[in-house]
């Protein structure tokens, strides 16, 4: 993955969740990603913080659309590996997040791992 591939994911990804498209978001994962978050763990009571499958995290992540109507990113920083982007924006309560996507060979994410300051 080169930067200018990390940066227009970033772009498109903040944007999706500024929109509150819930298809869009969506459209960025494998049918079966695996979604890993420690709010996953508190919110839903699964003490691993993971979810598995865009049926699964889509229903969790609409959840948080309704919750936060006014939800807005920020994107902050895009970091980027061999097959993976570490963004780090604001996320729905100002607070600072980092969330690394992992890429399969198509381009789509396969897992995700968030973490929050």
Request: aromatic share 14%; glycine share 8%; charged share 25%.
């Amino acid at each position: 993955m080169n930067q200018k591939q990390a940066n227009e994911f970033a772009a498109e990804w903040i944007e999706a969740w500024n929109a509150h498209d819930l298809d869009r978001i969506l459209s960025h994962y494998t049918d079966d990603f695996e979604m890993n978050s420690p709010l996953i763990a508190k919110r839903l009571a699964v003490p691993s913080g993971t979810l598995k499958g865009k049926a699964a995290v889509g229903e969790y992540w609409q959840g948080a659309l309704r919750a936060y109507p006014d939800l807005r990113f920020e994107l902050l920083k895009v970091l980027r590996g061999v097959s993976w982007v570490t963004l780090y924006y604001l996320g729905a309560t100002g607070n600072e997040v980092a969330e690394t996507f992992l890429f399969d060979g198509d381009g789509k994410v396969i897992r995700v791992f968030a973490s929050y300051a």
